[in-house]
């Protein structure tokens, strides 16, 4: 089977440093304050300058991505995976991050926590990658990137006259997606999940 994860928000958790950032400019921010986009700063009181600033010092960083922290179930998921690589499967690590070493960095990342040469792509196409490689399931957090991945598949079967033998994309629920509503396509449907190794016991089960 050909897996697609992505990382932030998946796998590493990018939200609590980067939350960090914003309170150092606007002091303490409420509990339960999400900052989805690099622009979300703006929301919260930073200014434009200010906003701008904290994304050029991430993409300058050559560890901002080397050494964010880990969710509670990273560890036993990036040892499943590497299991099932081992058994034959194909696993793709696909993120959007940008800035010095972004691809260098989440190697390294994904090593220190358990998967050594792991396959990382850096692109904003998602819905393009997951085609370009045939994927067979993909997990994401950002309804934007379920969307695109669900429409391109979707698109993809009906040319190609297929039903739908997808087993599924995977949409992860974090606090900033869970009142996101899918359009829902007939060849490429979307399911919510409360974490990856959910995902995982449900496509492969043990
Ligand atoms: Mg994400």
Redesign the pocket.
């Known amino acids: 089977m050909r897996i697609g994860f992505?990382?932030?928000?998946?796998l590493a958790d990018?939200h609590s440093p980067f939350l960090a950032e914003v309170s150092k400019i606007v002091g303490e921010l409420p509990e339960g304050t999400l900052l989805p986009t690099f622009d979300a700063p703006l929301r919260y009181g930073c200014t434009q300058e200010q906003t701008d600033d904290i994304r050029r010092r991430i993409m300058e960083s050559e560890t901002f991505w080397e050494l964010l922290p880990t969710y509670p179930w990273t560890h036993d998921v990036l040892e499943r995976l590497h299991s099932l690589r081992a058994a034959g499967h194909d696993i793709y690590f696909i993120?959007?991050r940008p800035g010095r070493y972004a691809k260098l960095q989440t190697e390294h990342w994904l090593y220190r926590f358990g998967f050594d040469n792991p396959t990382v792509l850096i692109t904003a196409k998602k819905g393009f990658a997951a085609l370009t490689l045939d994927l067979d399931t993909y997990i994401?957090?950002?309804p934007s990137?379920i969307e695109e991945v669900a429409k391109v598949i979707n698109n993809e079967r009906f040319v190609r006259g297929q039903e739908s033998s997808f087993p599924g994309i995977y949409i992860l629920n974090q606090p900033g997606n869970v009142d996101f509503k899918f359009q829902g396509y007939a060849r490429s449907p979307v399911k919510r999940v409360d974490s990856p190794m959910q995902m995982l016991d449900e496509i492969l089960p043990k």
């Open positions: 992505d990382v932030d928000g998946v990018f993120t959007n994401d957090d950002l990137n």
